[in-house]
C-alpha cells in the first residue's frame, strides 16, 4: 500500500493496473476534511482556563481552517493491488481529476488511446514501465521518425530542385538554407 | 436506488460538495470503475484467455459519490451514481474536474505560500532575496 511521492508515478502505476486488470479495478478519490489541530492550545487550559477569550484566540491564531486533503487510491480486489497518492494543494485538483478522465478512464472503457498517451508513458521519468509499453514506445518512435526524415527528405529535394532550377548544380546546399530563412 | 443521469449526478454533487462547505471534518468519496454488471463480454477461450482486456466495443464507466456515512448514521448517508458512456468521457470528466474544484475547498490554495514571501520580503529588508 505504497504512498507515491509524485502524482507522475502513481499515475504511471495506476495506468499499468488498470491495463493488466480493467474489470476489476477502481479508483477511489477521497477529499477528506480534518479538523484543525489547535496546537498551542495544550498549555492554556492549565495556566488560563478561567479567560475562555484566550483559548479561542490561541486556537484562531494557531489554524483558522479546518485541512482538507486529497486521496487517490487505484485498488484491485483481485491481486490486492493498491496504489495511493495524498496532495493537499488545491493546485493538483483540476489535472488530477482531468487524469482520472483522459489516460485511466479512457483505459477503463477500453478506448484505443492516443499514441501521444503511450509515448508519455513510456517515457516517464520515474517510472520502469513493463516490457511491453516500453516495446510499443519503441515501435512507435522510430515510425515517427522515420515519417519525419522522410517529409525532411522530400523537402530537400524539392528545395534542391528548386534551388537547380534558380542557381544551376552548385546552388543546392544554400538554396535550402535560403528556403527555410524565407519560411520562418 | 438507480443510476442519475449525467447532468443529475454534477447538480447532486455540487449539493453534496455545498453541503461540506464551513463544515470541519468529514469526508466526499468518489469511486470510478468500469461498469462490467449486464455487459457483453465474450467467454474466455484458449487464444484470449482474458477478455476483459480487449473487449470487442468500448465500455461505460460507473461513477459513485458518497459523503462517507457508516451504519450508525444510515439515514445520513448520500449516495450518488451514475454511468458515463464511453463516448461522453471527455466531457463528463471536464465538468467533473470543475465541480471537484470549486467543491474542495479546504485544500491549500496555489498562491498563499508565494505571497507570504514577498510579504516577508517588503517587511524585513535585511532578509537576502532569493534566487
Given at each position: 500500500?505504497?504512498?507515491?511521492?509524485?502524482?507522475?508515478?502513481?499515475?504511471?502505476?495506476?495506468?499499468?493496473?488498470?491495463?493488466?486488470?480493467?474489470?476489476?479495478?477502481r479508483?477511489?478519490?477521497?477529499?477528506?476534511?480534518?479538523?484543525?489541530?489547535?496546537?498551542?492550545?495544550?498549555?492554556?487550559?492549565?495556566?488560563?482556563?478561567?479567560?475562555?477569550?484566550?483559548?479561542?484566540?490561541?486556537?484562531?491564531?494557531?489554524?483558522?481552517?479546518?485541512?482538507?486533503?486529497?486521496?487517490?487510491?487505484?485498488?484491485?480486489?483481485?491481486?490486492?493491488?493498491?496504489l495511493?497518492?495524498?496532495?493537499?494543494?488545491?493546485?493538483?485538483?483540476?489535472?488530477?481529476?482531468?487524469?482520472?478522465?483522459?489516460p485511466?478512464?479512457?483505459?477503463?472503457?477500453?478506448?484505443?488511446?492516443?499514441?501521444?498517451?503511450?509515448?508519455?508513458?513510456?517515457?516517464?521519468?520515474?517510472?520502469?514501465?513493463?516490457?511491453?509499453?516500453?516495446?510499443?514506445?519503441?515501435?512507435?518512435?522510430?515510425?515517427?521518425?522515420?515519417?519525419?526524415?522522410?517529409?525532411?527528405?522530400?523537402?530537400?529535394?524539392?528545395?534542391?530542385?528548386?534551388?537547380?532550377?534558380?542557381?544551376?548544380?552548385?546552388?543546392?546546399?544554400?538554396?535550402?538554407?535560403?528556403?527555410?530563412?524565407?519560411?520562418? | 436506488?438507480?443510476?442519475?443521469?449525467?447532468?443529475?449526478?454534477?447538480?447532486?454533487?455540487?449539493?453534496?460538495?455545498?453541503?461540506?462547505?464551513?463544515?470541519?471534518?468529514?469526508?466526499i468519496?468518489?469511486?470510478?470503475?468500469?461498469?462490467?454488471?449486464?455487459?457483453p463480454?465474450?467467454?474466455?477461450?484458449?487464444?484470449?484467455?482474458?477478455?476483459?482486456?480487449?473487449?470487442?466495443?468500448?465500455?461505460?464507466?460507473?461513477?459513485?459519490?458518497?459523503?462517507?456515512?457508516?451504519?450508525?448514521?444510515?439515514?445520513?448517508?448520500?449516495?450518488?451514481?451514475?454511468?458515463?458512456?464511453?463516448?461522453?468521457?471527455?466531457?463528463?470528466?471536464?465538468?467533473?474536474?470543475?465541480?471537484?474544484?470549486?467543491?474542495?475547498?479546504?485544500?491549500k490554495?496555489?498562491?498563499?505560500?508565494?505571497?507570504?514571501?514577498?510579504?516577508?520580503?517588503?517587511?524585513?529588508?535585511?532578509?537576502?532575496?532569493?534566487?
Open positions: 500500500m505504497p504512498y507515491y511521492a509524485t502524482s507522475q508515478e502513481w499515475l504511471h502505476q495506476s495506468s499499468l493496473l488498470l491495463e493488466a486488470r480493467p474489470t476489476t479495478t479508483i477511489t478519490t477521497k477529499y477528506h476534511i480534518s479538523k484543525p489541530k489547535p496546537r498551542r492550545s495544550k498549555k492554556t487550559p492549565s495556566t488560563s482556563s478561567p479567560t475562555t477569550s484566550d483559548t479561542t484566540t490561541t486556537t484562531t491564531t494557531t489554524t483558522t481552517a479546518p485541512r482538507g486533503s486529497l486521496t487517490l487510491k487505484t485498488y484491485d480486489p483481485l491481486s490486492g493491488s493498491c495511493k497518492y495524498r496532495t493537499t494543494k488545491a493546485a493538483e485538483v483540476s489535472r488530477l481529476i482531468q487524469s482520472l478522465g483522459r485511466l478512464g479512457a483505459r477503463m472503457a477500453a478506448l484505443p488511446l492516443p499514441e501521444a498517451a503511450d509515448e508519455l508513458m513510456a517515457e516517464a521519468p520515474l517510472a520502469q514501465g513493463t516490457p511491453a509499453e516500453e516495446k510499443r514506445g519503441e515501435d512507435a518512435l522510430p515510425g515517427g521518425a522515420a515519417k519525419g526524415q522522410v517529409q525532411t527528405q522530400t523537402q530537400t529535394q524539392t528545395q534542391t530542385q528548386q534551388g537547380q532550377g534558380q542557381a544551376g548544380t552548385g546552388g543546392g546546399g544554400g538554396g535550402k538554407g535560403k528556403k527555410k530563412r524565407g519560411k520562418k | 436506488m438507480g443510476h442519475l443521469s449525467n447532468d443529475e449526478f454534477f447538480v447532486k454533487l455540487t449539493e453534496l460538495f455545498d453541503k461540506k462547505k464551513g463544515k470541519d471534518h468529514g469526508s468519496v468518489l469511486v470510478q470503475k468500469r461498469l462490467s454488471h449486464d455487459q463480454v465474450p467467454e474466455p477461450t484458449s487464444d484470449a484467455v482474458l477478455p476483459d482486456l480487449h473487449p470487442p466495443q468500448p465500455m461505460p464507466v460507473l461513477i459513485r459519490a458518497t459523503n462517507a456515512k457508516g451504519k450508525k448514521r444510515r439515514e445520513d448517508k448520500v449516495k450518488l451514481s451514475t454511468v458515463v458512456e464511453p463516448d461522453a468521457l471527455p466531457a463528463f470528466f471536464d465538468r467533473y474536474a470543475e465541480v471537484c474544484k470549486s467543491g474542495m475547498a479546504t485544500l490554495p496555489r498562491d498563499r505560500s508565494k505571497r507570504k514571501g514577498k510579504a516577508k520580503k517588503k517587511k524585513g529588508a535585511a532578509i537576502p532575496a532569493g534566487p
